[in-house]
């Protein structure tokens, strides 16, 4: 008896562990509860993203709005949604029907079926009625929640709004507010579309230390780490991937691509798939030959150094303020041991190698909404299901003495003795660009580094670049 109910025991056990996470329209109809009731004085209107023409019938690539995307889960353009509390249909979406013009051109597309069967919509309407609809809500309410834009659609809905408000009392809000306050917190089925972005995103730096080498473009390097995402099944990017070489390891944004990475430099790689909406945010720096050299690695350890102490200090209740102080503090021990500033207590010495604060939300956007204080004015503090990046950095380049002289004279300083005494040191770590970003999430006991398979620390970057592969280089 005892050992079948330890059977039954551990049958229970594994039941639970292998338990589907929730799923989509379960992620979607809850978020959708819990804004409802935060939104209870009318109806909230949103529009999608509008696609946009490059030229002739050719469009840009399309991305969903985030706020959309987060409440209805509908990546096409051209929709909107409704939310009415209290209405017996109270997730209401307009669409484009499905049509043989559209199939044949572009493919088939979602139509009022996508609508209610993928996105969970209890009622879906042909958008060609959507003013006579809202004509009438819009004449029942007295507060819409409702944010404009300047698409086409925005406008029109605004139109209809502006009417009614010249004939009688009508109060607009934004909903956005309430709808990033609950982007904040992720749910169980996010972070596993979060974490696979990632997943994805640690494959290809792990590709890209593999086929790296010297002699290659910085594109070259780019295109193997995109082509893992498509491989993996990641269909875009959250943000153009920065990849930099040398002197473009130190420029923070730089998406140019096309330097010739030399023996001896490093490569600084920041990447992000998204996937399914969701954004990855990964950084790690490799030197192109496989192998740190002594000032290189100096470098390196101290932004390894800082960036674990900002992990050490991840808990539930910390403000995320708080944690780009603790990794600045360590920054700027190592840049006053390398000579590089003179006194680490001084913001304006320490913000001429580290110009940001390096940590922000990560979601459905790569800067994802929220703040970084809450509406007290306070530290945003953190609590479980946050996921945000820990990005330290030191960046040495060419106009780094120039900003050294900027930020010196606008603190007051002596500017030609502060230059004296840093310059040799900027002279010796020049084209030093070192980042080194994961992303974290927050959890009841601490945090889970969801980045930790990309390799991260010096052993295992050079592990990982003397595991080469080779690749077909197109000449
Ligand atoms: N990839 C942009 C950032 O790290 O914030
Ligand atoms: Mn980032
Ligand atoms: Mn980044």
């Not at 804004?35 to 999608?48: K, R």
């Not at 609950?182 to 579309?193: A, F, N, P, V, W």
Request: proline share 5%.
């Amino acid at each position: 008896m005892k050992s079948r109910s330890l059977m039954f025991s551990l049958l229970i056990l594994s039941m639970a562990a292998t338990l589907p996470a929730m799923d989509k329209l379960e992620s979607l109809k809850t978020r959708r509860q819990k804004l409802m009731p935060q939104l209870a004085s009318g109806p909230t209107i949103m529009v999608s993203g509008q696609s946009y023409l490059r030229n002739g019938d050719t469009a840009y690539p399309y991305r969903q709005n985030s706020n959309f995307l987060y409440l209805t889960g509908f990546s096409h353009s051209n929709a909107v949604c409704l939310l009415l509390p209290g209405n017996a249909a109270p997730f209401q979406m307009f669409v484009n029907p499905k049509n043989p013009q559209a199939t044949i051109w572009v493919g088939e597309q979602p139509g009022l079926e996508g609508a209610t069967d993928d996105c969970g919509a209890d009622a879906a309407f042909p958008l060609s009625g959507l003013s006579r609809h809202l004509k009438k809500i819009i004449a029942e309410a007295d507060t819409i929640y409702f944010s404009t834009g300047n698409d086409p659609i925005s406008k029109r809905i605004q139109r209809l709004i502006d009417r009614a408000k010249k004939k009688r009392d009508l109060t607009i809000l934004d909903p956005r507010p309430a709808i990033h306050a609950l982007r904040l917190l992720k749910d169980d089925y996010e972070i596993s579309l979060i974490q696979k972005a990632i997943d994805i995103t640690c494959e290809s730096q792990a590709e890209a230390m593999r086929m790296a080498r010297p002699g290659m473009t910085e594109n070259e390097i780019q295109a193997a780490i995109e082509y893992v995402y498509k491989k993996q099944g990641a269909l875009a990017h959250g943000f153009p991937s920065i990849v930099g070489s040398g002197p473009n390891s130190t420029v923070l944004h730089y998406e140019d691509g096309t330097r010739t990475v030399e023996d001896g430099d490093l490569v600084l790689m920041d990447i992000g798939a998204e996937y399914e909406g969701y954004s990855a945010d990964v950084t790690r720096t490799m030197p192109a030959n496989g192998r740190f050299t002594d000032d290189q690695r100096a470098i390196y350890e101290i932004v390894l150094a800082s960036a674990d102490a900002a992990f050490d200090s991840v808990k539930p209740g910390v403000g995320l303020l708080d944690i780009h102080k603790t990794s600045a503090k360590v920054i700027a021990q190592g840049l006053k041991r390398m000579g590089l500033i003179t006194d680490e207590a001084a913001a304006w010495q320490i913000n001429i190698f580290m110009m940001y604060n390096s940590n922000h939300w990560l979601g459905l956007d790569v800067h994802d909404v929220g703040g970084r204080r809450n509406t007290q004015g306070e530290p945003m503090p953190l609590e479980p299901g946050m996921v945000f990046t820990v990005e330290p950095g030191i960046y040495v380049g060419k106009a780094t003495l120039e900003l050294a002289r900027q930020r010196a004279r606008r603190a007051g300083a002596d500017v030609e003795a502060f230059i004296q005494v840093i310059e040799p040191a900027v002279k010796r770590y020049m084209n030093i660009g070192v980042r080194i970003e994961d992303d974290l999430l927050v959890t009841a006991e601490g945090y889970r580094n969801l980045s930790a398979a990309a390799p991260r620390t010096v052993a295992e970057v050079e592990a990982m670049m003397a595991r080469s592969t080779k690749h077909v280089i197109v000449k």
